[in-house]
C-alpha cells in the first residue's frame, strides 16, 4: 500500500482507503461480522483511512469503526460527515444547533473527544454562499471537536467554491472511469491550494468491478433498487447516474483493456489512482474478499498514455453526453 498527504493535515493516508457506507445500510442486508472482518482486512492491507457518515444505518456504521478502534492498535483516521439527517434536507437546516447535535451524536457513535475530519454532506449549493456556517465550523476546531472539517459535493462547481474557504481541507467527490469531468477544471485548483481529495463511487456503485449484467437483481433495500432513478438522493449517486445499460456496453469496452491477471475493479481503481490531484480512492467493501482484492491497485505498476487514452476514448463515445454537463 502506498500513501500519499492528504491536503494541509499531518496525516499520509493510503491511496486505497475504506468506503463504509454499506457496512450500515442502503445496499441490501448486511451482516455486521463481514462487515467487522472487511474492516479488518483493510487494516491488514495497510489502509489508515475510513470515511462515512452518522447517517449510514444512522451510527450503525460509526459504531462499527468505533469498535474496529478498539481492536486494532494501529492509527486509523476517520472521515464523517453530517448534514443528511435533517429532514427536509435544506440549506437552512445546516445551522449551529443542528451541526452541534450532529457532531455529538458523531462523538459518541465513535467514541472519541475530537472527530478527525468532518465533511458537510451533499449539501444544498446555498450553503457554500454562508459564510458564517464556515466561521462556525473553524468555532469547532478551536474548541476541540473537530480536528479539521471538509466537504463532500455533487458538482465540481460546488468544489471549487466550496476551496474558497481556507480552512476546508478536503473534498469528497465522485470520480472514477465514467466520471471524468473532476480532472479538467477542479483537480488543478485542488492540487494548487494542497487540498486532499478523496474519489468516492470509485467503482460506479459496483459496474466497474464487471459483474453486474443485465439480469442482476438487487434487493429492495439497495439503493441500486430504489435510487435508479434518483427517488431518494442524486441519481448521481447510484451507479454515477449513468444509465445502466449504457454503462454495461462501456464495461464491455473496458474489460478489453485490463491486461492479464487483473480484474477490471483493480484497472479501475488504478486508473483513478494515476491523477496526482487525488489522495485516495475510497471503494466500499462489505467483505475481507472485496477489500484485498482492491487494496492490490495501490501496488499495480502505472497504467500506459495508451491505456489511459483509451478509457477517455469509451468515456468519450459512450457516457459523456449522459454526465459530463450534470455533475
Ligand atoms: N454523498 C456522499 O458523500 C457519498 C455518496 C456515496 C458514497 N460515499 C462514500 O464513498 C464510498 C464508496 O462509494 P460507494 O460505496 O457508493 O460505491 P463504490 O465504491 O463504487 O461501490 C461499492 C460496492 O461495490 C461492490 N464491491 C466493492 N469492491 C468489490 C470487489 N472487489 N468485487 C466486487 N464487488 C465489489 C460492493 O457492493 P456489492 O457487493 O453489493 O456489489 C460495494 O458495496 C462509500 O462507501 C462512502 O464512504 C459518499
Known amino acids: 500500500m502506498r500513501y500519499r498527504q492528504l491536503g494541509r493535515t499531518p496525516w499520509k493516508v493510503s491511496e486505497i482507503s475504506f468506503g463504509a ?79 452541534c447535535a450532529f457532531i455529538e451524536d458523531s462523538l459518541r457513535n465513535l467514541s472519541t473527544d475530537a472527530l478527525d475530519l468532518v465533511q458537510l454532506h451533499c449539501p444544498p449549493t446555498d450553503v457554500y454562499y454562508r459564510p458564517e456556517l464556515f466561521e462556525f465550523l473553524d468555532r469547532m476546531v478551536r474548541q476541540g471537536k473537530i480536528r479539521y472539517y471538509g466537504v463532500s459535493v455533487e458538482r465540481v462547481e460546488e468544489a471549487l467554491k466550496a476551496i474558497e ?8 467527490i465522485i470520480f472514477n472511469c465514467f466520471r471524468q469531468r473532476p480532472a479538467e477544471l477542479f483537480f488543478p485548483v485542488a ?42 438522493f442524486d441519481v448521481g449517486e447510484t451507479f454515477s447516474g449513468v444509465d445502466y445499460d449504457t454503462a454495461l ?21 488504478r486508473w483513478i489512482l494515476m491523477f496526482d490531484a487525488v489522495t485516495c480512492a475510497i ?24 491505456e489511459m487514452a483509451a478509457v477517455r476514448g469509451i468515456y468519450e463515445k459512450r457516457i459523456r453526453t449522459g454526465v459530463h454537463q450534470r455533475w
Not at 472485496?290 to 499495480?300: T, Y
Open 165 to 172: 474557504y481556507p480552512n476546508v481541507q478536503t473534498v469528497q
Open 283 to 306: 471503494p466500499g467493501g462489505k467483505r475481507p474478499e472485496q477489500v484485498k482484492e482492491n487494496c492490490v491497485a495501490s501496488d499495480l505498476r502505472e497504467l500506459t498514455p495508451e
Open 21 to 99: 457506507w454499506a457496512i450500515g445500510g442502503a445496499w441490501g442486508t448486511v451482516d455486521d461480522r463481514d462487515s467487522m472482518a472487511a474492516l479488518h482486512a483493510a487494516i491488514d492491507c495497510g489502509v489508515n483511512f475510513i470515511d462515512t457518515a452518522d447517517v449510514y444505518g444512522m451510527g450503525r456504521s460509526e459504531r462499527l469503526i468505533a469498535q474496529l478502534k478498539r481492536e486494532r492498535k494501529e492509527d486509523i483516521v476517520v472521515a464523517t460527515k453530517a448534514g443528511r439527517r435533517l429532514s427536509p434536507h435544506t440549506a437552512d437546516g445546516y445551522n449551529e444547533a443542528n451541526l
Open 191 to 232: 492540487e494548487r491550494r494542497q487540498v486532499g481529495v478523496l474519489a468516492r463511487v470509485p467503482l460506479a456503485s459496483g459496474l466497474l468491478t464487471g459483474k453486474l449484467t443485465a439480469k442482476s437483481q438487487f434487493a429492495p433495500d439497495d439503493h441500486r433498487n430504489f435510487n435508479r432513478h434518483g427517488e431518494q
Open 249 to 269: 456496453a462501456a464495461v464491455d469496452e473496458l474489460r478489453d483493456l485490463v491486461p492479464p491477471r487483473l480484474s477490471l475493479t483493480q484497472f479501475a481503481l
